[in-house]
């Protein structure tokens, strides 16, 4: 793209298509849509990271796991969301130390659960969650487990040993639960873990995880952003600004960009 | 040593929407009013703000907004017979705490139930006849008519500034609203709000098969309003953070923006906070309620006496207290006798999406909780049942209210749970799928209601409420018959492939499916099958009214806000224009 469009020029086009857009498309607001889409600098929703695949992942302070704890989420979270040569996986997106920091806080703690017995921990699915353990005694315990089960079946080797496919065949036997552990139903883990991991992926970076925003990235999420009501009547116009974080220290202003004295713009031209 | 409070008129247990409306009215009328509020203190400015409001993980994963179930929950089984386990984790839904209620956090639909759903057993008996349905489909009706709750929808639909476009007005169709909607006397009071892409596809589609799309009823208001008492809403921003968010920009209606103010500036008034009601206290010789108990903040038991006790909880809470207080007789479903805690229902939901493959951007985040196109013409009053088995409907609609990733990302069937297929799947479909949802009624069954549990006690030591639930088989054929429906929409709308989400299973516990709850403490017309008479007044306690869902004896194909609040206006003027001069039973048995 070479020519970049004057705000003026944006704001008549968005002019155009807001009008148009509540009746069926045309070539004309195809074309404003177009030039709209075009004005939005610098395109940064749908662009991965910078990003070295295979490069060793920085792990950042443990507030709960221990470090063989952590070798095993880490191994077992890229399994479930991996790497791709352009897009990075859980491990690279830091879903190890989301994790981490959920399990050392009040999630782990099992803050707002109830965990009064009696117990009955074979309870239908309908019934949900019904073990004793907080989310963090859950790891901790699923993970001992977990690993007991790989050395005593993989020729004493750890599960962050495993070549890809084996890794995959164990966390699919704990899914399915044809894999028992001694103390819980296996798939009560895996699920919790496989929830943990998506959350860790895409929830806000200052959780820990979502490193650099990938997730968003990834999928065309832009973040913490406050209003999108002059740009919502725009179809198929890719939204191609940098997501925000609610960490970003400039995300307050950039709410408020657009909707000042002067009125209404769509905000999709600078940041 | 229970400690003893000043007396006053009226003691509102709980702080949300009914509560802000009754504490507003009454206050005004002239009676000393205490609103009694499990949780905190809560304003838009300053705990509703930017950027920090816009966490998905916070707020609708970690349920900021929601109630502690460490401190009381439910216990839940799907059948009588089975053991209820206690609901450990929120999930199916998300009741609130703190000021405001869920009024804070929701996503601002706002849909009036069609008229026959207050006479729906005369409906049914009338227009199908007596034999219709079987013994287990307990429908009632509720003892008001659409009619006469009328102005009340309106006043209330004034009072948060809903944005639509109406559809009888009058009896005169409207073109460009919902045209089965009861006659309104009066337009909403704002413009609908804008339609994104999914609400314009679904629309052209619905239109093109012979339905009546329109925008769906919003209490993300639209332009700079001002409500009857003077309160000002701004336009909705469709930031695509409602629910279960507070609003930042004060554009969706809630108790703080609309009503509260209004009531906290009255001097009769009092919002107090951390107040854990544990039961009524009530007079067994003159029936009459005497008061409430309630653990405050540092944990004392406290008695405040008043003349009025209203029950403005939540939809499970307000029966639950009442059968922990003792008051009217339990519902038990092996005799099928009892009122408190029957005809619970709740809300029969489907979904589908279709899958348009890289061929639109949606832009799912542009958002807001009430956007979206929808079509009333399988609801219950829109369509025939006959042949066909079961009594209710539904609406069907393309809501975008949000693209938050952790929750929203969908994935056509086939694809794997995880692993790169699941990555790649998220990626391709996440900004080019448009998702639709049926919002089907719920009937009354009798194995479905709430119980005290014989085993599980929450912090203060009470025994915690029972849910005994399941789809019923009604419900079950009615899900089938629409979401058939709303599948052959979805496949007009030009995706490459679409995905539905049939109802095919036990009701379980664990997925978030709606807060619509309803029924438990029901209005109606026979003290030996409701709990409250048509002013929402209890038939055994003249001093005593409940609020909210909890009265409903079905629920309806529609989302119940707009529903409670003109109840919740109607039981007002009935308080303030009959009961306060006279005090006594306001429909003689």
């Keep these: 793209m070479t020519e970049k469009l004057s705000r003026r020029d944006l704001l008549k086009a968005a002019g155009v298509a807001g009008v148009a857009a509540t009746v069926p498309e045309t070539a004309s607001t195809e074309a404003a849509h177009q030039q709209v889409a075009q004005a939005n600098l610098p395109p940064a929703v749908g662009q991965p990271p910078a990003y070295v695949p295979g490069a060793p992942v920085e792990r950042g302070v443990l507030f709960f796991l221990n470090d063989e704890e952590a070798r095993f989420i880490e191994a077992a979270v890229e399994r479930l969301i991996p790497a791709e040569p352009e897009w990075p996986g859980a491990a690279w997106a830091g879903v190890l130390n989301f994790i981490d920091r959920q399990l050392a806080a009040a999630y782990g703690a099992g803050a707002r659960m109830y965990l009064k017995g009696p117990w009955i921990p074979d309870a239908p699915p309908q019934q949900g969650y019904q073990l004793r353990y907080t989310p963090a005694q859950l790891y901790r315990i699923g993970i001992a487990e977990v690993r007991a089960h790989v050395t005593a079946n993989y020729g004493g080797r750890e599960f962050w040993d495993l070549n890809a496919p084996v890794m995959d065949e164990v966390l699919s036997g704990l899914e399915s639960g044809s894999i028992q552990l001694p103390s819980m139903p296996s798939p009560v883990f895996f699920e919790t873990l496989l929830a943990n991991t998506v959350e860790g992926f895409f929830a806000d970076p200052v959780y820990g995880g979502n490193r650099e925003m990938v997730g968003w990235r990834m999928v065309g999420f832009p973040g913490a952003y406050a209003q999108y009501v002059d740009l919502v009547e725009l179809y198929n116009v890719p939204f191609t600004r940098p997501p925000i974080s609610i960490g970003d220290t400039g995300a307050r202003h950039a709410y408020l960009e657009g909707h000042t004295q002067a009125g209404h713009t769509h905000g999709a031209q600078k940041r | ?358 061929g639109k951007v949606i832009n799912p985040f542009m958002a807001a909780g009430a956007l979206g196109t929808a079509i009333d013409d399988f609801n219950n009053g829109s369509f025939d049942h006959t042949g066909l088995g079961f009594i209710g409907g539904g609406y069907i609609a393309a809501y975008q209210t949000t693209g938050r990733p952790i929750y929203y990302h969908p994935v056509p069937e086939g694809t794997p749970r995880w692993g790169l297929g699941w990555k790649q799947a998220v990626r391709r479909h996440y900004n080019s799928t448009v998702s639709l949802s049926f919002h089907g009624s719920s009937a009354p069954h009798p194995n479905n209601y709430l119980g005290l549990d014989p085993t599980y006690t929450d912090a203060f030591g009470q025994p915690l409420g029972m849910l005994t639930y399941d789809f019923p088989y009604n419900d079950r054929l009615m899900a089938r018959y629409i979401t058939e429906k709303m599948a052959g929409i979805a496949q007009a709308m030009g995706g490459k492939q679409i995905g539905v989400g049939w109802l095919d299973d036990h009701y379980s516990i664990v997925p978030y499916q709606t807060t619509h709850n309803t029924g438990g403490a029901i209005m109606g017309t026979d003290p030996k099958t409701s709990v409250v008479n048509r002013y929402l007044q209890s038939w055994d306690l003249h001093n005593l009214w409940v609020m909210g869902s909890s009265v409903f004896p079905q629920n309806a194909g529609y989302n119940p806000t707009d529903t409670v609040g003109a109840l919740a206006y109607w039981a007002a003027d009935a308080m303030i224009k009959q009961y306060i001069k006279n005090p006594g039973p306001l429909v003689q048995t």
């Design chain 2, 1 to 358: 040593m229970v400690l003893r409070m000043k007396p006053v008129d009226v003691a509102l247990v709980g702080g949300g929407l009914t509560a802000a409306i009754l504490g507003k009215e009454l206050a005004e009328a002239g009676l000393t009013v205490v609103a009694l509020e499990r949780g905190g203190m809560r304003q838009t400015v300053p705990d509703f703000q930017s950027p920090t409001m816009h966490d998905e993980l916070k707020f609708d994963v970690r349920h900021a907004y929601a109630q502690d179930v460490s401190v009381q929950t439910l216990s839940f089984r799907n059948f009588v017979g089975q053991q209820a386990l206690p609901m450990r984790q929120l999930g199916s839904f998300l009741p609130a705490e703190g000021v405001g209620g869920g009024a804070v956090h929701w996503n601002g639909q706002t849909w009036r139930f069609q008229p026959e759903w207050f006479a729906l057993r005369s409906w049914v008996n009338e227009r199908y006849g007596p034999d219709f349905l079987d013994d287990d489909v307990t429908i009632q009706d509720w003892g008001i008519t659409y009619e006469e709750l009328e102005p009340y929808y309106t006043f209330f639909e004034k009072v948060m500034g809903i944005s639509g476009a109406p559809g009888n007005v009058k009896g005169q169709i409207q073109v460009g609203g919902n045209p089965f909607e009861g006659p309104r006397s009066e337009p909403y009071p704002n413009p609908p709000m804008k339609q994104s892409q999914s609400g314009y596809l679904f629309g052209q589609a619905a239109a093109q098969l012979g339905y009546h799309p329109f925008p769906v009823p919003s209490a993300n208001v639209t332009r700079h309003y001002t409500n009857p008492f003077g309160a000002k809403i701004n336009p909705c921003m469709y930031c695509g953070f409602c629910d279960p968010f507070g609003c930042e920009h004060y554009a969706k209606a809630s108790p703080q923006v609309c009503i509260l103010p209004f009531a906290l500036a009255n001097k009769n008034f009092e919002m107090r906070t951390h107040a854990y009601v544990l039961r009524v206290e009530w007079d067994r010789q003159a029936k009459v309620a005497t008061g409430v108990t309630y653990v405050d903040a540092q944990g004392r038991e406290v008695f405040q006496p008043a003349n009025m006790v209203v029950l403005c909880a939540f939809a499970h809470h307000n029966p639950i207290l009442m059968l922990q207080s003792g008051i009217g007789q339990p519902y038990d479903p092996a005799t099928r006798t009892g009122m408190v805690g029957r005809n619970y229902t709740y809300q029969t939901m489907t979904g589908a999406e279709v899958f348009y493959d890289g």
